[in-house]
T-cell receptor, first 111, second 110 residues
Framework: NAGVTQTPKFRILKIGQSMTLQCTQD?????MYWYRQDPGMGLKLIYY???????DKGEVPNGYNVSRSTTEDFPLRLELAAPSQTSVYFC??????????FGSGTRLTVV | KNEVEQSPQNLTAQEGEFITINCSYS?????LHWLQQHPGGGIVSLFM???GKKKHGRLIATINIQEKHSSLHITASHPRDSAVYIC????????????FGSGTQLTVLP
């Protein structure tokens, strides 16, 4: 019953550093998403994927990149980290867009 | 613009009280989700609705498609219900993406 697994749970980055947030799901869901959650705001969609090899931009994609080489994995890459990317990041998956399952989140601080 | 509005933003209740959280949206939707987020924790899906009413334990979710409005009710509230409750909708033709409300912080006092 792993569901959606995100790593790491916490990370502190210096401005200009890069990192990859990992996301893996074991439910064979075709849809996967990356969201960021800022204090007092609703979750915002960064990128999403409707299947292996297919990705598309969401509402706030600048400064991020994704890939989807397998059904299970959907990593989010931050290049040249900026303080504005300090946030909590959630990965989610769904089957045909129904019944969403969320990961436990990654709290990222850029200093 | 596709928008989701929740009210209230913050809610404090005494244990045992009946609680209602509201969600309104701007245009037609294909599904509405109620989610729960505990402090420092992940997000758990409570309900998915496209019409009518659903019940799970002490939680009840209703949706009125004509009014573009949904409510989440908690009966006999308990301190363990303290969490952020989030409404999220899938607008028609939105490639199955969710648009989220900003959440309602619920605190239930013993």
């Amino acid at each position: 019953n792993a569901g959606v697994t995100q790593t790491p749970k916490f990370r502190i980055l210096k401005i200009g550093q890069s990192m990859t947030l990992q996301c893996t799901q074991d439910m064979n869901h075709n849809y996967m998403y990356w969201y960021r959650q800022d204090p007092g705001m609703g979750l915002k969609l960064i990128y999403y994927s409707v299947g292996a090899g297919i990705t598309d931009k969401g509402e706030v994609p600048n400064g991020y990149n994704v890939s989807r080489s397998t059904t299970e994995d959907f990593p989010l890459r931050l290049e040249l980290a900026a303080p504005s990317q300090t946030s909590v990041y959630f990965c989610a998956s769904s089957s045909q867009g129904y019944g969403y399952t969320f990961g436990s989140g990654t709290r990222l601080t850029v200093v | 613009k596709n928008e989701v509005e929740q009210s209230p933003q913050n809610l404090t209740a005494q244990e045992g009280e009946f609680i209602t959280i509201n969600c309104s949206y701007s245009v037609g939707i294909s599904a509405l989700h109620w989610l729960q987020q505990h402090p420092g924790g992940g997000i758990v899906s409570l309900f998915m609705l496209s019409s009518g009413k659903k019940k799970h334990g002490r939680l009840i979710a209703t949706i009125n498609i004509q009014e573009k409005h949904s409510s989440l009710h908690i009966t006999a509230s308990h301190p363990r219900d303290s969490a952020v409750y989030i409404c999220a909708v899938r607008f028609g033709g939105s490639a199955r993406q969710l648009t989220f409300g900003s959440g309602t912080q619920l605190t239930v006092l013993p």
